[in-house]
């Protein structure tokens, strides 16, 4: 097979397409924190909730971008990651 931009933007090494994927842990627990931030809107444990939140999405885009099985999957973490960093920032 040959390997092209698209190849290895969309495959991963196996040859098969890869762009969703199972949730990995960092993923599950950002989803989960998150809901639980509107089950309490405001307090300690909001703040608490909130940064666990924050955290579980940053590890998760830093593991995809150096760890994402093709172009696609990194070029995601990075997105997401610019996305949480700027989103603090301002």
Same mark, same amino acid.
């Given at each position: 097979?040959?390997?092209?931009?698209?190849?290895?933007?969309?495959?991963?090494?196996?040859?098969?397409? !890869?762009?969703?994927? !199972?949730?990995?842990?960092?993923?599950?627990?950002?989803?989960?924190?998150?809901?639980?931030?509107?089950?309490?809107?405001?307090?300690?444990?909001?703040? !608490?909730?909130?940064?666990?939140?924050?955290?579980?999405?940053?590890?998760?885009?830093?593991?995809?971008?150096?760890?994402?099985?093709?172009?696609?999957?990194?070029?995601?973490?990075?997105?997401?990651?610019?996305?949480?960093?700027?989103?603090?920032? !301002?």
């Amino acid at each position: 097979m040959e390997n092209t931009l698209v190849d290895k933007t969309f495959r991963d090494s196996s040859g098969n397409i !890869v762009i969703a994927q !199972v949730p990995n842990p960092p993923l599950i627990l950002w989803i989960a924190a998150s809901l639980l931030t509107l089950a309490f809107p405001s307090g300690k444990t909001n703040t !608490v909730l909130d940064f666990v939140a924050n955290a579980s999405l940053f590890t998760w885009a830093w593991l995809e971008l150096f760890q994402g099985v093709n172009y696609f999957r990194r070029g995601l973490g990075l997105a997401v990651l610019i996305g949480l960093i700027a989103l603090k920032i !301002v």
